[in-house]
T-cell receptor, first 113, second 112 residues
């Protein structure tokens, strides 16, 4: 059973701090990795994707990938109360053949003023 | 541009009934995937279709079926509904099978 594990939450950070969300995956052949944000009662929203080892930055978000350690992380700088949501890590296990996303259980992030 | 649209938004059924959920992908996207999300968990993959062909199937019983139409829209069908089928059903579209997937607002299905 291929698995995606996220650090158990909930995670609470003060406004303006850096929030760090972590994810490990079991399928060493996985090639693409995604972070989704899901507000309560809403559907997941894609915020970052990364394919290569290293860092990828987009505004206040940085995704980090280490394929040797099978580890993906998401950093949120200058956290805002509006960042409070569940963050889902997803791994594409289909390679180039198809796009089955396997999701972690999600980490609840709370940013308090 | 319109995102992924799903209908209906909410649905209440009783055990044993059948349900059809519909999805229209983002314009230009040729791949549609279906996921089931129960409260407190991440979405679980059900199917992926690309160019009207099934490309992937998750670990769901044969009561679940889907198809994709020439205009790339898709339907998910569930027969003989069980209480455990109560969930949020999400449709996601992507340009191609291994490209980033964008989700619709989902259909919340309740089984009584």
């Amino acid at each position: 059973q291929k698995e995606v594990e996220q650090n158990s939450g909930p995670l609470s950070v003060p406004e303006g701090a850096i929030a760090s969300l972590n994810c490990t995956y079991s399928d060493r052949g996985s090639q693409s990795f995604f972070w989704y944000r899901q507000y309560s009662g809403k559907s997941p929203e894609l915020i970052m994707f990364i394919y290569s080892n290293g860092d990828k930055e987009d505004g206040r978000f940085t995704a980090q990938l280490n394929k040797a350690s099978q580890y993906v992380s998401l950093l949120i700088r200058d956290s805002q109360p509006s960042d409070s949501a569940t963050y889902l890590c997803a791994v594409n296990e289909g390679g180039t053949s198809y796009g089955k996303l396997t999701f972690g259980q999600g980490t609840i992030l709370t940013v308090h003023p | 541009d319109a995102g992924v649209t799903q209908s209906p938004t909410h649905l209440i059924k009783t055990r044993g009934q059948h349900v059809t959920l519909r999805c229209s992908p983002i314009s230009g996207h040729k791949s549609v995937s279906w996921y089931q999300q129960v409260l407190g968990q991440g979405p679980q993959f059900i199917f992926q279709y690309y160019e009207k062909e099934e490309r992937g199937r998750g670990n769901f019983p044969d009561r679940f079926s889907a198809r994709q139409f020439p205009n790339y829209s898709s339907e998910l069908n569930v027969n003989a509904l069980l209480l455990g089928d109560s969930a949020l059903y999400l449709c996601a579209s992507s340009l191609r099978v291994n490209q980033p997937q964008h989700f619709g607002d989902g259909t919340r299905l309740s089984i009584l």
